[in-house]
């Protein structure tokens, strides 16, 4: 999320429209690009299981299944967004912005391959519980990222001056040098050296291991990509308004994105652990962490709403000096603080009952709350209400807030029946 950011705020420094077409880009892979994702959280889900067995065997083989796995879902997703870069000739936005884009989307396209070939085995390490490595590398790759988009956006140094394609090849290079660093530690390191050690008669395709992730893998990706969706779908919505519009909705959005990255993280080791006393069929375990990880969201959702409209009249201009982009932007961050707290518990809760295998049916009320409730009460508000682009993110804001009420109440009903269960057994 730092490279987007990254990305966004020195390119927005050439002009608006450059900005716009960075957000065009990113919401037109968005949806992809988190599927894929989606993908590779099976990987750590499996891990976990069987860590909590204390079966390294299987940890090996889930392993060399996994990335298999994503490898091909990598190489579909970034083919088909570099063969089908036209489609955003087709989507209603500015021209100017369009043709700024359509290089950047190749690129970007194509450094979707590294970065979840690297998320695959950051998956791996986090299933272990062993985190830190992937945090070492994801952070190294920040100031790589603004060096090279130092030299290449700008034309510094006797580079040439690519301006946003430059930002696409610093993303591609970074992404790379992330995911060789990662797969030369995992390979090579004395942690994960017995996993390693067993690739001889564990390193074999199953079907039905492959099952067993696409099991998980599947709905994930659905859940995740049906929340970028909607984002990402709000983004094109916006654009068709002008490119200020996007611009400013981009600017918002980022920012927004940046605070739901630790969202993601909490949702991740609360999906852990609790995967891990499943494994032990610990449900009282499973309840504890629940509870407290939904309560940490809480807390954390506050202050960043606080932030927010403390901090919404700075933060637009560091991304662009347009008046007219700051002012609506400011406004937008507004709305950001009020679902920072919706958006933190439904992404926990979410993972938290990814933790007990629970999927099918929170894919469907996820799909219920943003696309049958938010997407369609934002455009309606945007444009026959003629509210703009607040309308989109009022509805963004109830599909949120819905999704939040859906996930909590089931993980906790499912928590306290299987608890009885276990106390009657």
Known sequence: MALHLIDSAMVGAISYKHLAAAALVINA?????????????????????????????QVSHYLYNGFILCTLTALVISFTLVFG?????????????????????????????PMLLFMTLKQFADGLEYTRTAMIFSLAGMPLNILLNWLLIY????????????????TLITRTCMFLALGYVVLSHKTFARYIAVRHNQWKLKA??????????????????????????????????????????????????FTFMVSMGLAQAGSIRVSNALGRTDWVKIIVIGKSTILTAL???????????????????????????????????LFAAVFQISDSTQAISAGLLRGIKDVKTPTIL????????????????????NMGAKGMWLGLILGLTVASGFLITRFLKMGKRNTLRGARG
């Open 85 to 113: 870069k036209n489609i955003l000739y087709h989507l209603g936005q500015d021209p100017d912005v369009v043709e700024l884009a359509m290089p950047f989307m190749k690129l970007m396209g194509l450094s979707i391959i």
């Open 366 to 385: 996820i799909g219920i709350a943003y696309w049958v409730i938010g997407i369609p009460v934002g455009y309606l508000l945007a444009f026959n209400f």
């Open 29 to 57: 892979m968005n949806i992809p690009f988190v599927i894929g994702i989606g993908m590779t959280i099976s990987v750590s889900q499996m891990v976990s299981l069987a860590n909590g067995k204390q079966d390294a065997q």
């Open 155 to 170: 034309g510094n140094w006797g580079f040439p001056r690519l301006e946003l394609e430059g930002a696409g090849w610093a």
């Open 208 to 257: 039905k291991t492959l099952r067993e992730l696409l099991h998980i893998g599947v709905p994930s990706s659905m859940q995740i990509g049906m929340e970028a969706g909607a984002f990402a779908v709000s983004g094109i919505i916006i654009g068709t308004l002008g490119a200020v519009s996007q611009a400013a909705h981009q600017i918002a959005l980022n920012c927004a994105s």
């Open 299 to 333: 807390i954390y959702g506050t202050i960043c709403a606080a932030l927010f409209v403390i901090l919404r009249n700075v933060l637009p201009v560091a991304f662009n000096q347009e008046p007219q982009v700051v002012e609506l932007a400011a406004l937008l961050l």
